[in-house]
């Protein structure tokens, strides 16, 4: 009788580890047991120099969805990335797509800034506004375009913008 | 021919006029850059090359997308008023940023490459500048708008636009419409 018991906990021991890791790599895989209600999307970028299947898609440092997919347009040979974004997330029409890293060395991930249009994106439509993935990005813009001033109070000893030092003497 | 067939017709040919009308963009953008050149090498530089520059840039390119663009989201918050006065200042602080990089009497040496179409009236021309010694990589991002405007424009892939929404958004949640204002009018004056 006690043998029966013993067995029968150890086969149910075995399954809940076994439920487990199916769980986890599912989990880990990004995957979901039930497709979550997303749309799908499209950028075109230049070059995506790092981003996988299954990168975060992040808006203000949120994730709203992920990359589904990259493909070559053999046309123009740039790379068409297919995104899923959550339905509750409507983006403007004039929305812009990064390629953004995290960290230094970090992982790629696609940043998405809302623009200020009154219509949204609708699925399977393509961001054509984007950037393409740059380390050094951020540096290189201040350089080349200059930056906003802001106020002194706000102003947290940043470096003097370029916009300062290219003014004529 | 049925009236339907009929009405076709007239709309394509109505389209391909206004794409007719509204010329090839690659040679508006050459016919944009040669008078921008011009008109740089005759002054001696700065905010008086700006001042020249800005009835000649505001034919070729759409200030006002592209400032409601850089704002981003905060722009539907701007009274009517608010929107004009920041066109206006988003307009001075992008041409006198860019006239300052500007040295009279050095020519370009301009090479475009093959434009790609983003769709009707949407193109992206690649161009890749020799100046001062040195080379850029200089994507022009047009809209047809009855005739091709340079709506943004990507240095070595980095994209005004993009460059300016994230520093306006950001002003944008810390302080709100002012705070936008106040950075751009200080960022002019000190230009």
Redesign the interface.
């Known amino acids: 009788m006690t043998d029966k018991r013993l067995e029968f906990g150890v086969g149910l021991f075995v399954l809940l580890g076994l439920a487990a890791v199916v769980y986890l790599t599912v989990k880990l895989g990004t995957g979901s047991f039930v497709a979550a209600d997303t749309y799908p999307l499209e950028a075109?970028f230049?070059?995506t120099g790092g981003l996988n299947k299954g990168s975060t898609v992040m808006l203000g440092g949120v994730t709203v969805g992920r990359v589904e997919g990259i493909r070559l347009d053999p046309?123009?040979f740039?790379a068409i990335v297919d995104m899923s974004i959550m339905r509750e997330v409507q983006l403007?029409a004039?929305t812009?797509a990064?390629i953004k890293t995290s960290g230094l060395i970090g992982d790629k991930f696609v940043a998405l800034?809302?623009?200020?249009e009154?219509s949204f994106l609708k699925p399977s439509e393509?961001i054509?506004?984007t950037?393409?993935a740059?380390e050094l990005?951020?540096l290189?813009?201040?350089m080349?375009?200059?930056?906003?001033?802001?106020?002194e109070e706000?102003s947290s000893g940043e470096a003097p913008s370029?916009?300062?030092a290219?003014?004529?003497p | 021919m049925t009236l339907k067939k009929m009405v076709l017709f007239l709309a394509s040919a109505a389209v391909s006029f206004q794409a007719f009308a509204a010329g090839d963009p690659e040679s508006t953008l050459r016919e944009a850059m040669q008078e921008a050149v011009t008109v740089a090498n005759a002054s001696a530089g700065g905010r008086a090359l700006a001042d020249k520059l800005q009835p000649l840039l505001e034919r070729r390119v759409c200030f006002e997308s592209m400032t409601r663009r850089a704002i981003g989201p905060g722009w539907r918050e701007f009274s009517p008023a608010q929107q004009a006065e920041a066109t206006r200042l988003f307009t001075k602080l992008i041409i006198r940023s860019y006239s300052n990089k500007f040295t009279p009497g050095e020519e370009p040496e301009v090479k475009y490459l093959k434009g790609s179409s983003q769709g009707p009236d949407k193109i992206e021309i690649p161009t890749s500048m020799l100046y001062k010694g040195s080379r850029y990589s200089i994507v022009y991002r047009m809209e047809n708008r009855g005739k091709w405007l340079i709506t943004d424009i990507l240095v070595e892939g980095v994209s005004l636009i993009a460059n300016y929404r994230a520093q306006f958004n950001e002003l944008f949640k810390r302080g709100g419409v002012n705070a936008v204002m106040d950075s751009l009018k200080k960022s002019v004056a000190d230009t």
Not at chain 1, 113 to 116: D, F, R, T
């Open positions: 075109r230049a070059n046309a123009d740039s403007p004039d812009m990064s800034a809302p623009g200020a009154e393509r054509v506004m950037e393409s740059v990005e951020s290189i813009s201040k080349a375009f200059g930056s906003v001033k802001e106020d706000t370029a916009a300062a290219n003014s004529e």
